[in-house]
């Protein structure tokens, strides 16, 4: 049940000095139940033939500072029973996500909560971001009232205290870094000792770990956003390894940020980070992007937003979780710009600050696809998705519902498409978008000649809570191209390609690869979509030493029809999987009853990476009650009716091709 104000479900909470100091996992409540297990993926290298905009450049690089899970600001939560929740879809444009708030610190009054420096990114966020190769950052708040000086403990050698359980903490927890948020005025000698602190932190993290500092105060401690990098504020630098400037940015002020980094042999785009202020200003910020990004010229620095969730907050009836179609499509608004359609980025007002504008007016943003290029993570074999967002309506496993009701967990989410939605309409000389079609999260009206609508489909799935739908009208005279994702997959003689489909009568199916060899043209392999589910193989043998650069589909039709094609699964597999070994050690820990709900608490022994995901069931009926990347599960159900009740448990464990290992049972026992 997703009571955010249950004491009895883990729930993520802040560390204040003491907690930090005190700090290990096994004194720490819920700390079990808030680690990221997933690892960093390496992103492959750039390929500029296949990007939406194949002139931008690669180098500058993006930070997203924003909240995860807009349900509960401090009380924030894993997973639960809800589809209204913002789960990021565009993590491919990201080199680094930051969490930004603050939490309660565990124990104190719910009426006055005392908040501590820091608190952690939700590992849902952290695990959906690492699958993406993005760092996550936990942050570090202090506007605070109180004396930091607990802060500053330093032992004789030098060392902190505060700084070793930082990197221990991360350690633990699995993310990645810090951003410092020192929001505070600080008194000289605080300040010169919190250098050396971050400097501590530094140089004893391991390798990969990163603190971004963000323009607050200066190595007095005096609190003054300077809005950029210069003389007074790059002493920050020698003990961090990127600056967030403050937001109220100008030509001169970008121009000094990128002079004082590389006078100090340091990488403008690695280093400095000017911010965007989309939380207050949304989709029309008072300082123009350009400024970062003159067109036709040279990016000046990386970029930084802050505040993309506004895309959910402004939305209208936000909340309700029959109304998301319009959040999604604000969100591709956001990230791929005004057509939903990253090669057609670009707004479509000018930036004219003498005209009173709507900061809800899409049309006055780019896109940011426009500016920053994207990633991709997808150069090995097997690579594998479901289309699933990490949220939906019911739950599927193999094409059918195994679950009713609404849900949400980021850390089940799939690597999804890497453009959303890059859409061409062949054989008619049309160009328009999908978006400017009516259909699954599209928008606009129908005409003849426009491409079919794609979107993510929370009605039906193969696996997961969503597909990929691709519909819309549908003749002779054309068809619909969808470039998916960008790869880099060579092929050796073994790999095959299979897509899962559930079509129209009338409708063909297939499926594109681009090869690095032949960047133009795709080499078109025929799927066969059907009244149900069904899965159509190709071996890529006939490719052998060729390298898969993207990867697409195209939809056609020998005669008109409404077409509606849902794609459930798209795998492009290496070696024969061996099924995983049924998991270890499955526990009922304890089971907790709060009102009119049961928490069981579940753990096994968490296998290696030929497990993907963990499947819970329950064991007589086989309909589903969880997945997670963990060896831990807080269950949580409706109370029983009966006194006493019995429920026997399934955990299964599925391979990344989704082989699935036979079950380990176990009971779960309470009394009403």
Not at 39 to 59: C, K, M, S, V
Not at 117 to 131: C, E, I, K, S
Not at 330 to 355: I, N, V
Not at 551 to 570: H, K, M
Request: glycine letters at 10%; a negative charge.
């Amino acid at each position: 049940m997703d009571d955010d104000h249950s004491s009895v479900r883990p729930y993520m909470h802040g560390y204040d000095a003491a907690a930090l100091k005190s700090w290990s996992p096994g004194t720490d409540r819920w700390a079990r139940h808030f680690r990221s297990r997933v690892p960093l993926a390496p992103r492959i290298a750039p390929f500029p033939a296949t990007q939406a905009h194949p002139d931008l450049a690669t180098g500058p690089r993006l930070m997203n500072l924003t909240y995860d899970y807009d349900d509960a600001f401090f009380t924030a939560r894993k997973y639960g029973d809800a589809f209204a929740r913002r789960l990021l879809r565009f993590w491919q444009y990201s080199d680094f996500y930051g969490s930004w708030h603050g939490l309660p610190v565990d124990g104190s009054p719910a009426d006055d909560p005392a908040h501590g420096l820091v608190n952690l990114p939700n590992p849902a966020y952290t695990d959906a971001a690492h699958r993406n190769g993005v760092r996550s950052l936990g942050c570090w708040f202090w506007p605070r009232s109180g004396d930091f000086e607990e802060y500053l403990e330093q032992r004789a050698d030098g060392s902190f205290p505060v700084a070793d359980k930082l990197i221990e903490m991360a350690a633990y927890f699995g993310f990645d870094g810090y951003f410092i948020n020192h929001e505070a005025e600080t008194p000289p000698g605080q300040a010169a000792r919190l250098h050396d602190l971050l400097r501590s932190l530094r140089e004893r993290a391991p390798e990969g770990f990163h603190l971004q500092w963000y323009d607050t105060i200066t190595p007095d401690g005096h609190l003054d956003y300077l809005n950029h990098l210069n003389a007074d504020n790059a002493p920050w630098l020698d003990v961090s390894d990127s600056f967030f400037a403050n937001y109220w940015m100008t030509p001169e002020g970008v121009e000094t940020s990128r002079a004082t980094a590389l006078k100090l042999g340091r990488d403008p785009y690695g280093t400095v980070f000017h911010g965007t202020e989309n939380e207050q200003f949304g989709f029309d910020p008072e300082y123009d992007p350009r400024l970062l990004f003159p067109p036709g010229e040279a990016a000046r620095t990386s970029w930084a937003l802050f505040g993309s969730h506004f895309v959910k907050e402004l939305a209208p009836r936000h909340d309700d979780p029959d109304a998301q179609d319009e959040v999604f499509r604000r969100e591709r608004r956001y990230w791929s710009g005004p057509h939903e359609d990253p090669t057609r980025s670009g707004r479509l007002l000018p930036h004219d600050r003498q005209t009173p504008r709507d900061r809800d007016d899409h049309r006055a943003w780019d896109g940011v696809a426009h500016h920053i290029t994207e990633r991709s993570v997808i150069g090995s074999f097997p690579f594998v998705t479901r289309f699933n967002t990490g949220h939906g309506r019911a739950f599927f496993l193999d094409g059918r519902r195994a679950a009713d009701g609404d849900w949400h967990n980021a850390s089940v989410q799939d690597v999804l498409p890497t453009w959303q939605f890059w859409t061409r309409a062949e054989g008619t000389g049309a160009e328009r978008t999908g978006a400017e079609r009516a259909g699954a999260e599209g928008t606009g009206a129908e005409g003849a000649g426009a491409p079919l609508s794609v979107g993510f489909d929370h009605e039906l799935a193969y696996d997961g809570g969503s597909s990929l739908l691709v519909s819309g009208p549908l003749g002779p005279d054309g068809a619909t191209t969808v470039r998916l994702y960008k790869t880099a997959l060579t092929v050796t003689g073994a790999e095959r390609l299979a897509v899962t489909a559930h079509g129209t009568d009338g409708a063909d199916l297939e499926v594109g690869l681009l090869f690095q060899d032949a960047p133009d043209a795709f080499v078109w392999l025929a799927a066969e979509p059907a009244a149900g589910w069904h899965t159509t193989t190709h071996g890529l043998g006939t490719f052998r030493g060729r390298t898969i650069a993207a990867v697409g589909l195209r939809v056609s039709s020998l005669r008109p029809t409404r077409c509606a094609i849902r794609i459930g699964e798209l795998a492009l597999l290496g070696h024969e999987f061996t099924p995983p070994a049924a998991p270890e050690d499955f526990t009922v820990d304890e089971v907790l009853t709060d009102g009119e709900s049961v928490h069981v608490f579940l753990s096994w022994r968490l296998a290696g990476q030929e497990v993907r995901h963990y499947d819970l069931l329950r064991d007589d009926d086989g309909s589903w009650l969880g997945r997670i990347y963990d060896d831990v599960y807080c269950l949580s159900l409706p109370a029983p009716a009966t006194s006493e009740t019995v429920t026997r448990l399934r955990l299964v464990a599925v391979a990344p091709d989704g082989s699935r290992s036979t079950p380990a049972t176990t009971e779960a026992h309470w009394s009403r």
